[in-house]
Antibody
Framework: QISLKESGPTLVKPTQTLTLTCTFSGFSLNTPGVGVGWIRQPPGQALEWLAVFYWDGDIRYNPALRSRLTLTKDTAGNQVVLTMTNVGPVDTATYYC?????????????WGQGTLVTVSS | DIQMTQSPSSLSASIGDTVTITCRASQSISSYLNWYQQRPGRAPKFLVYDASNLQSGVPSRFSGSGFGTDFTLTISGLQPEDFATYYCQQAYTLVTFGPGTKLDIK
């Protein structure tokens, strides 16, 4: 079955770089139309889309965060890594990764459980 | 950027009620509108795609409609597990989520 799981630090200091890994199974990022996206949710707030990595290597970013985000895929093919530079307290959130199999229509049908990242000195 | 609004921001209802949540886009997004349900402490669950298509496994008491800028999610015959927060999401130009509508028990 399809599953995704986020991993990474739970506490990051301001100005540091945050690196989160999404490890997935049950589907392939080599399948046409498939992508893995990242979405975050500050405590008590709404969802915010960050970026999505597609099967063909195409990557789309939230323009508001583009300068701070990088998405990469590992060589084994079952992990997508999100890097966010220069974090601050406003980046405190639960970070989710999710599958996009919508052939470019940006819907997320399977989600990981999320990982809470706190930015604090 | 396309902005999404939802109304109401919260509502109270009883088991068995029918409720409608409205989502509005700041410009036309055709039918590129998706809906998610999020229970407290859980990841969002995908409900509806392309404004009116139920994701596999979603109960038929959920229905979506709309086109252009105005969309609705209707839940007919509320069940205990339906009390949650609902988010709309536009997919016309990249991705934007609405602010959410919290549905709780009256």
């Amino acid at each position: 079955q399809i599953s995704l799981k986020e991993s990474g630090p739970t506490l990051v200091k301001p100005t540091q770089t945050l690196t989160l890994t999404c490890t997935f199974s049950g589907f392939s990022l080599n399948t046409p139309g498939v992508g893995v996206g990242w979405i975050r949710q500050p405590p008590g707030q709404a969802l915010e889309w960050l970026a999505v990595f597609y099967w063909d290597g195409d990557i789309r970013y939230n323009p508001a965060l583009r300068s701070r985000l990088t998405l990469t895929k590992d060589t084994a093919g079952n992990q997508v890594v999100l890097t966010m530079t220069n974090v601050g307290p406003v980046d405190t959130a639960t970070y989710y990764c999710a599958r996009d199999e919508s052939l470019g229509k940006y819907w997320f049908d399977y989600w990981g459980q999320g990982t809470l990242v706190t930015v604090s000195s | 950027d396309i902005q999404m609004t939802q109304s109401p921001s919260s509502l109270s209802a009883s088991i068995g009620d029918t409720v409608t949540i409205t989502c509005r886009a700041s410009q036309s997004i055709s039918s590129y509108l998706n809906w998610y349900q999020q229970r407290p402490g859980r990841a969002p669950k995908f409900l509806v795609y392309d404004a009116s298509n139920l994701q596999s496994g979603v109960p038929s008491r959920f229905s979506g409609s709309g086109f252009g800028t105005d969309f609705t999610l209707t839940i007919s015959g509320l069940q205990p597990e339906d009390f949650a927060t609902y988010y709309c999401q536009q997919a016309y130009t990249l991705v934007t989520f609405g602010p959410g509508t919290k549905l709780d028990i009256k």
